[in-house]
């Protein structure tokens, strides 16, 4: 246990602004980044200490869950001892998703954050984003498929020693909802794309290609089993599932929209399939190189900072 002199020292320094989901080696993990707003499993988060030096907690150790909008729906402080993380270890809390008066949470997007952490000459708050789906198969407040720049998706077979891929957001048209989408997992001559989400009940990912400058659906969302759609850089895409739970390297997805290419177009007749978690994008697909699996992502958040999911 620490001094009450340190304590002292602490509690008046423990007013800093940087939050981050992973900074100077603590990281903090949520063991599923999408869950259902109504079932009774409650949220596990984890904060893990991988740096040389000590990780201390704020006197009490205060964690708080944070609303998209940026209001703080619930509190929570530990028992008032000054904890620490060494090198490897960590502490676990869980949070059964009702806010302050005991009232469960709506759909939406919501943040853990924790702090404030002193580690070495920083103080910082750590943060990490998730969200809540409705009783559907997808909740309309939670973004599909992130666009922003800077995101990253990296995938790899099980077979040991096999090169990652990586699809990622490199550029953006501002004001006009564009994103270069690079190394897509679609069709070899369209696996850079420009793409755009449309806000509505039922989103669509938009794929404009970069000479005609057609505009055609890649993905839509919020659909039926067994509904299809049609696309000129794919062909006739049909939803197998609109709930499915998928276990990858990453983590585990739930809620999950399985699309398969029943009619390709220019694929030498192979059918892809695609399953993309509501608030993540695609965590599994299968071409003609086999079954990929997400083994980490990079999602940039709009109020800044990122959110790391998986191992890179």
Request: glycine share 8%; proline share 6%; aromatic share 10%.
């Amino acid at each position: 246990m620490r001094t009450l002199s340190f304590a002292a020292a602490f509690v008046a320094a423990c007013f800093a602004d940087s939050v981050s989901s992973a900074q100077e080696g603590v990281d903090l993990r949520v063991d599923k980044p999408v869950v259902a707003a109504g079932s009774t499993d409650p949220v596990r988060f984890t904060l893990l200490n991988t740096q040389p030096d000590r990780a201390h907690l704020s006197l009490p150790a205060l964690w708080r869950i944070v609303r998209g909008d940026g209001q703080v729906v619930f509190d929570f402080a530990s028992l008032p001892i000054p904890a620490s993380l060494g090198t490897g270890e960590s502490k676990t809390w869980e949070w059964n998703k009702r806010d302050k008066a005991g009232n469960p949470l709506p759909a939406g997007n919501y943040s853990i954050l924790v702090g404030k952490i002193l580690q070495g000459n920083s103080k910082f708050d750590v943060q990490r984003t998730f969200a809540f789906t409705s009783a559907g198969p997808l909740a309309t407040q939670a973004t599909p498929f992130p666009l922003a720049v800077g995101n990253e998706w990296h995938y790899s077979k099980k077979q040991p020693c096999t090169k990652a891929r990586v699809m990622k957001i490199s550029a953006s048209q501002p004001g006009s909802g564009w994103f270069r989408l690079e190394k897509a997992p679609l069709p070899s001559c369209h696996d850079d794309v420009d793409v755009k989400i449309t806000q509505m009940t039922s989103p669509k990912l938009l794929a404009r290609g970069h000479s005609s400058g057609e505009i055609h659906t890649l993905f839509e969302f919020n659909r039926p089993e067994g509904y299809s759609w049609n696309t000129k850089f794919i062909g006739t895409q049909k939803v197998i599932s609109a709930d499915q739970t998928i276990a990858t390297p990453a983590g585990v997805f739930h809620h999950c929209t399985r699309i398969k290419v029943v009619a390709p177009h220019k694929t030498g007749g192979f059918k892809y399939e695609y399953w993309i978690a509501p608030g993540i994008g695609i965590v599994q697909y299968m071409d003609e190189g086999g079954i990929f699996h997400l083994t980490f992502a990079k999602l940039v958040r709009t109020s800044g900072g990122s959110d790391l999911i998986g191992n890179q």
